[in-house]
């Protein structure tokens, strides 16, 4: 099968990748331009590890092609709003202080997932939060924890100037 | 040591595995390029619009096409129309779109409250009604929902337009009327009337799963009295289906909950849900019971404990 070549952009910067068309955005990222932080779960849509942010909408990677990524901003965990030097974005400081990952696996998919919804809902309720996280398997923290985190992050998202 | 790892991660590229057979890709800058594609491809080509049930069925090789031609960037197939002929959808509607439309929770409540139901947020931020209505999934909601309004599915072929019922486009699982060189571009869902009673409901064993069963219906009302009673069920067979004989029950009644308990002994007496590894078909049947039962009460806007 040729290869193609896609011009995409990720985490603000412009990038080329040269794969088979049947490559993953998410083996893409994490072949080809090094972004591990994207975890592969299942491969097949139903674990949400993969997850990152395409054109502002959380996605996820395994069921998108790379080629398909034409032309779009693509965000991924690295990406990810964070603070000066060693200080963690709001979220990633709000999962640290409810202990809301252990193995930390499915972590950057909720991470991303969760960027993406207080991005655009940023009074996003804890049954709001419940309903999109259901997309994400975790199979440490029973979610207490990891709702808790999201809801506590909320507050950076509302001012929104500490975000972007 | 880091060194090391490094040089193995840039040699990793040649070796890695990937589930998907291979394809060779194409993107269709418009409706007629697509069609000419699958034209001159026929079997071997499928067209991938969100990829959202396309994507497992090609990493689980059930799918292995020679050649995907993406209409994902056709733009035009994106809009919803709210008109006097009812709301048209592009078939590039994503769920999000739906979620998002200020007028589609007026315009189409039944629509707005089975989409809730599709599969997760990651998902309906990429999945399509076109794509939904391509793949025929017997438990998908959006099928189910397009037998109950009686939806006409417009599509273009080599041989130009054609408009295919939705009570007349699935066959079977995962089987639908379109002939290799057809493309749905949109899907027409007639206008709802005002005061039209309405229920849906779903069972499935996590949120966002596909249904175990699923039930969508309507009705209005001369006089307190049922007129046009459209029942659809997802999830209890090869295709979404209509239960025309609980649409007989309820037609010119009174819906109270004599007449639902009649329509939930009937409605499940009325279908021969196949077992999987998900649930059994008798399982399956009682579960429609319930659903039916629950989906006539609210729209009837009774109590459960009124009905039983």
Redesign the interface.
């Known amino acids: 099968?040729?290869s193609?070549i896609t011009h995409f952009t990720v985490n603000g910067k412009r990038v080329q990748v040269d794969v088979?068309?049947?490559?993953?955005l998410a083996?893409a990222l994490r072949?080809?331009l090094?972004l591990?932080g994207t975890h592969v779960g299942c491969?097949?849509?139903v674990c949400?590890a993969c997850?990152v942010i395409v054109d502002g909408?959380?996605?996820?990677s395994?069921?998108?092609?790379a080629?398909?990524a034409?032309g779009t901003h693509v965000v991924t965990i690295e990406g990810l709003p964070r603070g000066q030097g060693d200080v963690l974005g709001p979220l990633a400081a709000s999962f640290r202080k409810h202990h809301a990952l252990q193995c930390g696996f499915c972590t950057p998919g909720i991470l991303t997932?969760a960027h993406a919804?207080l991005s655009e809902e940023p009074n996003a309720d804890a049954e709001r939060i419940r309903?999109?996280?259901?997309?994400n398997l975790c199979r440490c923290t029973g979610y207490i924890s990891v709702i808790d985190a999201v809801l506590d992050a909320r507050p950076a998202y509302q001012n929104q100037k500490t975000v972007r | 040591m880091y060194a090391n790892d490094h040089a193995e991660a840039k040699s990793i590229r040649v070796s890695v595995d990937m589930k998907p057979p291979p394809f060779d890709y194409a993107r269709a800058g418009s409706v007629e390029e697509a069609v000419a594609l699958l034209a001159r491809h026929g079997d071997d080509a499928k067209i991938i619009a969100g990829g959202q049930s396309l994507m497992p069925m090609l990493a689980f090789r059930m799918a292995e096409p020679k050649l995907l031609v993406d209409i994902g960037s056709i733009t035009a197939l994106r809009s919803i129309g709210i008109d006097h002929r009812g709301a048209t959808l592009g078939a590039l509607v994503r769920w999000r779109d739906i979620e998002r439309h200020t007028a589609l929770s007026q315009a189409q409540p039944l629509l707005v409250e089975a989409i809730k139901h599709v599969a997760h947020y990651q998902i309906r931020n990429r999945g399509t009604v076109g794509g939904s209505l391509a793949h025929a999934d017997p438990a998908a909601e959006f099928p189910g929902i397009a037998v109950a309004c009686e939806a006409e599915i417009n599509v273009v072929g080599l041989n130009g337009p054609r408009t295919i019922l939705a009570t007349e486009f699935f066959l079977d699982s995962l089987t639908t009327a379109l002939v290799p060189d057809e493309v749905i571009v949109s899907v027409r869902l007639p206008p709802w009337k005002p005061g039209r009673c309405w229920g849906f409901d779903e069972f499935a064993r996590r949120r966002g799963d596909f249904a175990l069963a699923g039930v969508a219906l309507f009705y209005d009302r001369e006089q307190r009295r049922t007129v046009e009673p459209r029942v659809a069920a997802i999830g209890v067979g090869r295709r979404p289906v209509r239960l025309s004989a609980v649409e007989r029950i309820l037609l010119g009644r009174v819906v109270d909950p004599a007449t639902i308990r009649e329509a939930v002994a009937v409605g499940t007496e009325s279908i021969d849900p196949p077992g999987d590894i998900h649930a059994p078909g008798d399982y399956r049947r009682a579960l429609l019971g319930v659903l039916l039962e629950r989906a006539l009460a609210k729209a009837a806007g009774l109590n459960l404990s009124e009905v039983a």
């Not at chain 1, 909408?57 to 996820?60: E, F, G, I, S």
């Not at chain 1, 395994?62 to 092609?65: I, N």
């Open positions: 099968m040729v193609r088979e068309p049947r490559t993953s083996d072949y080809d090094k591990t491969e097949h849509g949400g997850t909408a959380a996605v996820r395994c069921l998108m092609l080629a398909q034409e997932t919804l309903e999109v996280l259901s997309g």
